[in-house]
């Protein structure tokens, strides 16, 4: 095969494991609840591929091929660990439970089981997001590591951790009875809301590590939705995701300053983007249940607003954080609270509320400082804000934003 | 648990402290210390001289190898140290983050070894 489509069966490759790594891992692993064994057998599939396909060329239904050969090899893995330990009927058992791994073009997508193991409530809340990005996504603990500023030998041995106990643990992977799905879902939500708040916090770095996490979460979001069209929180999940991911361009000047969401020149936020965003956010609305994602989507809504009528509606902001706090009254919720008081209702009010925050959660929440910073500010408390200033430099971790405090502390 | 992180500093941030103290770089120091001392972790710390002023001592075959200038030679040296009382490697590595090395140079997070210190101090 010549060298240009060797290429573009290497690009094959990698855009069928990309799109179908999820679908696989989930319907290879939600028999015997064997995340680790599914993966190593799909990897060696995508080996085989890659030595297969640019020699006898891409097979018509790739994915089919590829859990062919996963489950030919996940037979043999799973036969090799457990001939040390299991008796004979235990290997028919396991020989019949592989049986039911069939394999046909339209096997079942069992992603969202998978999701919901991920995020399962027996499951360190902390490993959530990275077991999503690694089974569903395929992300490699090391790329996972880096992003959650762990060691990736560390990532490594929590995520094996993990799996171990959604094999051993009697984790089952199914979607959840209609009475605790809420919760349940609401846990989905945050693990993919949190790969999101990684990939933007990110931004800055001049690799593209946190823009890749923004839209693998925003993939993930998509992925749920499709699974999960009658769930509002879903959409609003997306909406505020999507708004947020419009103006990213918008945030950096073009010498790589930051550029506060007040300062922002909205001719450079997508309005596509946008537009996607408020189709979602009505779909969600439309159903009548209100939740923590769509309040977060519709305060992004204001905001995006001015793009149209050259102001920000900072009562209607307010209005939304009251809501949300009522829901999720998180240490950010109530910042972003204060923040919009303080432009709703003046700085004074806006440094009330901040000053009813518990300081010893606050100590070392950055935005709180820098909200804290800016009211004292506008009330010309100058060594206060000076005090507050430092503190919000001190803690943040992008450059950009620590030369922009710098620059308004004075 | 104390961590020590080690600060690499490349040869622009190292030039700044020939400064008044009103730069960037200085500026994020002075704000970091702050907010570590206010977080309730700082153990200690200093900078070190600038890397040319070390001589680094080594004994070969009995004799003594000294050598002008620090232990290693590349672009990044070690500009000082701090010394935190934190929780985990996690929360160290949330701290390293935040220094203003990290982003004009590298921070190296280490848990100090008190069981060797008990050996030697007896």
Request: include cysteine.
């Amino acid at each position: 095969m010549s060298g240009s489509g060797q290429e573009s069966t290497h690009r094959t490759i990698e855009r069928v494991a990309r799109e179908s790594y999820g679908r696989l891992v989930a319907y290879l692993s939600s028999h015997t609840r064997d995340v680790a064994s599914a993966e190593d057998a799909l990897s060696n599939a995508l080996v085989a591929a890659l030595t297969t396909w640019p020699r006898d060329g891409v097979p018509q239904n790739p994915e089919a091929w590829l859990l062919t050969a996963a489950r030919h090899s996940l037979i043999d893995l799973v036969r090799h660990q457990r001939v040390a330990t299991a008796s004979e009927p235990t290997l028919l058992l396991l020989g019949e439970e592989l049986k039911e791994v069939t394999v046909s073009a339209d096997f079942p997508d069992e992603r969202l089981k998978l999701l919901f193991v991920c995020a399962h409530p027996a499951i360190d809340p902390a490993m959530h997001t990275p077991l999503m990005l690694q089974t569903v996504l395929g992300l490699d603990a090391a790329r996972i590591a880096y992003a959650f500023l762990v060691s990736p030998t560390t990532m490594g041995q929590r995520l094996v951790r993990a799996k171990t106990k959604i094999r051993d643990g009697g984790i089952q992977f199914e979607v959840p009875q209609a009475h605790e799905l809420p919760q349940r879902l609401d846990a989905v939500l945050e693990a993919i809301y949190a790969a999101f708040g990684i990939g933007w916090d990110d931004m800055a770095g001049v690799d593209q590590r946190g823009r890749d996490l923004a839209e693998e979460a925003i993939w993930l979001a998509r992925v749920l939705l499709h699974l999960m069209p009658g769930e509002a929180e879903v959409r609003g999940l997306l909406a505020l995701m999507l708004h947020c991911e419009a103006r990213r361009s918008a945030r950096r000047g073009p010498d790589g300053r930051y550029v506060p969401l007040s300062e922002q020149d909205c001719q450079q936020w997508s309005l596509p983007l946008i537009e996607e965003a408020e189709r979602c956010l009505a779909e969600a609305s439309s159903r009548g249940r209100t939740g923590r994602f769509q309040l977060e989507a519709a305060i992004q809504s204001v905001h995006a607003e001015r793009a149209r009528s050259g102001r920000t509606e900072w009562v209607a902001i307010m209005l939304f954080y009251e809501q949300l706090i009522r829901i999720s009254p998180t240490l950010g919720t109530r910042t972003g609270y204060a923040a919009a008081v303080g432009e709703a209702s003046g700085a004074e009010a806006g440094l009330a509320v901040l000053d009813g925050i518990d300081l010893d959660a606050a100590s070392a929440y950055q935005p709180y400082w820098a909200a804290r910073a800016h009211l004292l500010q506008r009330l010309a408390k100058t060594s206060e804000a000076v005090d507050a200033f430092d503190r919000a430099i001190g803690l943040a971790e992008d450059p950009a934003v620590r030369q922009f405090l710098l620059q308004r502390r004075g | 648990m104390q961590f020590a992180l080690l600060i690499y500093e490349s040869p622009e941030a190292f030039a700044t402290r020939n400064n008044d103290g009103t730069d960037a770089y200085t500026g994020a120091w002075r704000a970091y210390y702050k907010a570590l001392v206010e977080a309730g972790i700082y153990v200690g710390g200093d900078p070190l001289e600038v890397p040319e002023t070390g001589t680094t001592v080594r004994l070969k075959e009995g004799k003594r190898r000294v050598q002008d200038g620090p232990f290693a030679d590349t672009k990044e040296q070690l500009g000082g140290f701090t010394i935190l009382e934190l929780p985990s490697l996690d929360a160290a590595l949330d701290w390293a983050a935040r220094c203003p090395a990290a982003s004009a140079g590298a921070v190296e997070v280490r848990p100090l070894a008190p069981a060797t210190k008990l050996r030697i101090t007896g």
